[in-house]
């Protein structure tokens, strides 16, 4: 079973619309989260980054949540546009160990005109 | 801006061929990473390294070996390709206190035949 699951699998949204990407872990002892984005073909870009004590973080149009209790976090994209079409990942960080990344398998966000 | 680079973008190879994968970052970071990114798998760790000739076996090394004779490049070899190692593969690099903040190459999207 995956440490980190990812919901939804993939989304097709309107360009304008708003919509909202999950993440649920259960790896510990937590460090910190990071959302990318990853283009098509490309390789991921980091768009926000919180540790145990932040519960939102804004980067432009998106916005994350983290509720370290229950161990989820949501991305929020607000008026999506056409460029927002990419994978977006949730990594999340422990804070022992060589190997303390942990990777979802990632969302497929389609925006539609 | 921290840049990380791939030698190619795309590459095919055959079966049994010995392949070179280059990565180069631009700012002095002492830790490198290599992944490969299949669907539905996510990014999953192969090797990394935290100095020169210095490595480490990540999730999957099995079929790969790496060389880091100078700070700046950490490369991925596979031996003797194989179908099963047609693959997305991504560098990153980091600073040596935080290997969470990540930094990602284009990805080299690698065909064996």
């Known amino acids: 079973k995956n440490q980190v699951e990812q919901s939804p699998q993939s989304l097709i949204i309107l360009e304008g619309k708003n919509c909202t990407l999950q993440c649920n872990y259960t790896v510990s002892p937590f460090s910190n989260l990071r959302w990318y984005k990853q283009d098509t073909g490309r390789g991921p870009v980091s768009l926000t980054i919180m540790t145990f004590s932040e519960n939102t973080k804004s980067n432009g149009r998106y916005t994350a949540t983290l509720d370290a209790d229950t161990k989820q976090s949501s991305l929020h994209i607000t008026a999506s546009q056409l460029s927002d079409s990419a994978s977006y990942i949730c990594?999340?960080?422990?804070?022992?160990?060589?190997?303390?990344?942990?990777f979802g398998t990632g969302t497929r966000l389609t925006v539609i005109p | 801006d921290v840049k990380v680079t791939q030698s190619s973008r795309y590459l095919v190879k055959r079966t049994g061929e010995k392949v070179f994968l280059e990565c180069v970052q631009d700012m002095d970071h002492e830790n490198m990473f290599w992944y490969r990114q299949d669907p539905g798998l996510g990014l999953r760790l192969i090797y990394f390294s935290y100095d020169v000739k210095m490595k480490e076996k990540g999730d999957i090394p099995e079929g790969y070996s790496v060389s880091r004779e100078k700070k700046e490049r950490f490369s991925l070899i596979l031996e003797s390709a194989s179908t099963n190692q047609t693959s997305m593969y991504l560098c990153a690099s980091s600073p040596w206190d935080r290997d969470y903040e990540q930094y990602f190459g284009p990805g080299t999207r690698l065909t064996v035949t």
């Open positions: 990594v999340v960080i422990i804070q022992t160990g060589a190997n303390n990344l942990f």
